[in-house]
């Protein structure tokens, strides 16, 4: 995502990276058997089309050689992030909260060896260079340990709900950042990012709704069985 981001417009990645709710639903219905209902995937069309609405992609933007190629890690970036909520709900399916810690611990180890080896390779091939008293530490470590809280977050979600639940959670932070440049740096919403929040709210609210009535169902037929019984 963020070499996406050094290659090509951060809009046109937002409104590509959007798109990981509809990867999530498909995802859910090949691998955990989850019958979406029409008003899920009216959740997942509206979600995704207020995204696009948001990031306004058809603005101009400055012309760029690797256009395509942030397209393309900008969608590769959106299906990892799919399938990591897919594949855990998968895997461990509802595990407690302190094995949820220890698979995010490992997974923790994992990335930070993986990037670590990465990082001395870029290094040692000279395709990058790091000048360590430019790099602004402080700033870093509040990224990080945000970062830490936020996949945490997102396991503990994935483990005690439904990864397309938490898939359009995470989507609300675009109308939230709307509102937030709105609140502190004086720029107003345009029309079409007004619709997209709007958008972006009801699906949303779609969801819960057809997750409520799902569980209402479910706790109905439990019910039925137990007076049959």
Not at 47 to 68: D, I, M, N
């Amino acid at each position: 995502y963020q070499h996406a981001l050094k290659l090509t417009a951060a809009s046109l990645v937002a409104s590509l990276f959007g798109t990981c709710p509809a990867l999530v639903a498909v995802g859910s219905t090949m691998l955990l058997g989850r019958r979406l209902p029409v008003l899920g995937w009216c959740a997942v069309l509206c979600t995704v089309g207020g995204s696009v609405l948001v990031v306004e992609p058809w603005r101009p933007a400055e012309a760029s050689r690797s256009l395509f190629g942030g397209l393309l890690m900008a969608l590769l970036a959106a299906l990892c992030a799919a399938s990591y909520k897919v594949l855990f709900k998968w895997i461990f399916d509802e595990p407690p909260p302190d094995v949820v810690g220890v698979i995010l611990a490992w997974i923790g180890v994992y990335s930070a060896t993986l990037g670590s080896a990465l990082l001395a390779l870029v290094l040692a091939v000279g395709w990058e260079s790091v000048r360590w008293s430019d790099v602004p530490w402080p700033t870093l470590a509040m990224a990080n340990g945000m970062s830490l809280a936020f996949n945490f977050l997102i396991g503990w979600g994935i483990a005690l709900s439904d990864p397309l639940f938490v898939s359009l959670g995470c989507v609300l932070s675009v109308p939230i950042n709307v509102l937030v440049d709105w609140r502190f740096r004086a720029t107003l919403p345009t029309a079409a990012e007004g619709a997209g929040i709007g958008c972006i709210v009801t699906g949303f609210l779609l969801l819960t709704l057809s997750d409520w009535r799902e569980r209402s169902r479910l706790a109905a037929q439990s019910d039925l069985r137990a007076r049959l019984a």
